[in-house]
């Protein structure tokens, strides 16, 4: 049975950043692979007046250093069309529907059509309703709309840009994309609950202490100032990224592995949060803003000193934060997550606590009391596993010590997985909605992160509150040491870590 896919892709923004960077490339290693052959097209869309020969001149220059040869890319780009596109303007609409339908029939595409809106959320909206109104939607196959973040910038937005968009498209035909769902050991959290008996036995109150999720960087804003200065981490990794991963984590056993039944049960999850009021916000999480900074003999600006960012921005690049699913299965256990830029090291993380033995008949070499059993997660760069537990020290007596049985992937296993995006895409022709995000999930994740940013909008912060290469404001590190805890995953000895330790 051949794995071939046919489909046509009308890619809105194909001149764009994410265009060149992630989509071309990952339709191409499809098209490597075999689940793209001679019954495939691209058409892409924008402002700019570029021809066919142009545009395929752009895309092997995107994914030449894939190929085996320059053959290759070439014919791969032959099956792409350029159309320069308002997409306000409905002629365009026609014109793009008249060279959709003649691609139709070239390559036998039997009427499948995804659509990728690689642009500004501010015409996700008008061009779902185009898409409609002007019959590019077939009625002999599938039709599916795949919408990058952010899905709105709060609650409200969000409800009313989903109202316009199902207007025109059934929730089933909408696919929301979070790349961070397309990583592989996220996918592998499922696997390791549900697959382990001695892990999912364990994977409730009775034996977790506390969960950590850790999405660091290293790196500043860039380039993107003028954008994150109207987002800040809580809007740009907690509501999409960061829950979504604690949904996962929280979720409860789906009847089976279908996309129904795991979208269903991630719902569950995250109207399970606690949500809290403004004063419980304040105890419950933490914000922060680099400063400037010398790291390593480089000089690095501060978040106010970055490029289209202003003077005296309140936007913070940190979170820290303690929730709380409120069932059966993780009462009273804190889920404490942490993101944020210009951090120590690059790496998401997640560390599974255990609770300790409750009489404890082993102590360290130093009469300390053991460390509890600690279940780490490595999602990215570093992918695997560790776990660590206590065994007897070599030598007399029957002092204890920490051990780590640890399974990391090679660099080659590493770069011989599929890309995030290429992964998707390719569940998204499959019609596999498993790693893209239901309305319900977004509007939970907007509730909960709406009440954070109310609470903060009533106060004014002094920032810069950490140090470019630290782990974070030393708020954080407090966050976890008033309940009897702290960060399993600390890349370096910051000053922050140094003050608590005092």
């Excluded at 959709?100 to 009427?111: N, T």
């Excluded at 968009?165 to 499922?190: A, C, P, T, W």
């Excluded at 400037?292 to 690095?300: A, I, K, Y």
């Excluded at 974070?472 to 910051?494: A, C, N, R």
Aim: with cysteine.
């Amino acid at each position: 049975m051949t794995k071939e896919k046919k489909a046509l892709f009308i890619i809105f923004g194909g001149t764009g950043d994410l265009a060149n960077r992630k989509l071309y490339p990952s339709l191409y290693r499809l098209y490597k692979n075999g689940y793209l052959n001679e019954h495939f097209a691209v058409i892409g869309t924008a402002r700019r007046e570029w021809s066919d020969e142009y545009y395929r001149e752009v895309v092997v220059s995107k994914v030449e250093d894939l190929a085996d040869t320059k053959e290759q890319a070439e014919e791969f780009a032959s099956h792409f069309y350029y159309q320069s596109h308002n997409v306000k303007d409905l002629e365009h609409y026609t014109t793009l529907k008249n060279l959709a339908d003649r691609l139709d029939d070239k390559y036998q595409l039997e009427g499948n059509r995804m659509f990728y809106l690689a642009m500004s959320p501010n015409f996700f909206g008008i061009i779902a309703e185009n898409i409609k109104e002007q019959q590019l939607i077939t009625s002999t196959g599938f039709n599916r709309l795949i919408i990058e973040k952010p899905f709105g910038h709060d609650y409200q937005s969000a409800l009313e840009l989903n109202t316009h968009i199902r207007s025109s498209f059934e929730e089933d035909q909408i696919y929301r994309i979070d790349h961070y769902l397309g990583k592989e050991m996220v996918q592998n959290i499922s696997t390791v609950r549900f697959g382990n008996q001695l892990i999912e036995s364990m994977w409730n109150n009775q034996y977790i202490n506390n969960i950590q999720v850790t999405l660091s960087e290293s790196l500043g804003v860039e380039e993107r100032g003028g954008y994150y200065d109207t987002s800040g981490a809580l809007r740009d990794m907690v509501q999409n990224h960061v829950l979504q991963i604690v949904a996962l984590l929280a979720m409860e056993p789906p009847s089976i592995m279908h996309d129904n039944e795991i979208r269903q049960e991630k719902i569950k999850a995250l109207r399970a949060l606690r949500l809290y009021s403004k004063d419980e916000v304040r105890l419950n999480f933490v914000r922060g803003q680099y400063g400037h900074s010398t790291v390593n003999g480089e000089t690095l600006l501060g978040y106010c000193e970055e490029q289209n960012v202003a003077e005296d921005s309140q936007t913070e690049t940190f979170v820290a934060g303690k929730l709380f699913i409120d069932n059966v299965r993780w009462s009273g256990v804190p889920i404490y997550i942490r993101t944020g830029k210009r951090l120590a090291e690059k790496g998401t993380q997640i560390d599974i606590e255990f609770k300790n033995i409750p009489h404890q008949l082993f102590q360290t070499e130093n009469d300390e009391p053991l460390p509890p059993n600690v279940l780490s997660i490595f999602i990215s760069p570093t992918e695997g596993f560790s776990l660590q537990l206590n065994a007897k020290k070599i030598g007399p007596g029957v002092k204890a010590e920490p051990i780590k049985l640890t399974s990391i992937r090679s660099a080659e296993e590493t770069a011989n997985n599929p890309e995030a995006y290429e992964k998707l895409i390719l569940d998204c022709l499959n019609g596999d909605a498993t790693n893209f995000t239901h309305w319900d999930e977004v509007a939970s994740s907007w509730e909960f992160v709406d009440r954070i940013r109310e609470a903060w909008d009533e106060t004014t912060m002094e920032f810069p509150n950490y140090p470019s290469g630290s782990m974070g404001p030393i708020e954080s590190m407090y966050l976890l040491k008033k309940d009897g805890f702290q960060w399993h995953w600390s890349p370096v000895k910051t000053i922050a870590d140094e003050m608590t330790d005092k």
